[in-house]
């Protein structure tokens, strides 16, 4: 007689398919510009300004920096840097 097989192992589940990436760009404005600062060197952004700010957000200024700090604009996310 055939040996008792455990029954067979089904398959993982499918992951869910990617959602596509934007290359975001990490544009100061004018005023970041006229005092030196970067996006990266400017951490008030990401929690008064970035996706809370109706001008920044329709610009996307520091997108990049926006993003990787959790305050990245809406529909979408930035590519791997």
């Known amino acids: ?34 005092n030196s600062l970067t996006c990266h060197s400017f951490p008030y952004a990401y929690i008064k300004l970035c996706k809370w700010d109706a001008e920044w957000a329709m610009q996307k200024f520091c997108q990049r920096s926006c993003f990787d700090n959790g305050a990245g604009y809406g529909g979408g996310l930035c590519c791997a840097s």
Do not use: I
């Open 1 to 34: 007689p055939p040996p008792n097989l455990p029954p067979p192992t089904p398959p993982p589940p499918s992951l869910p398919p990617l959602l596509p990436c934007t290359e975001c760009a990490d544009e100061r404005n004018k005023w970041m510009a006229t």
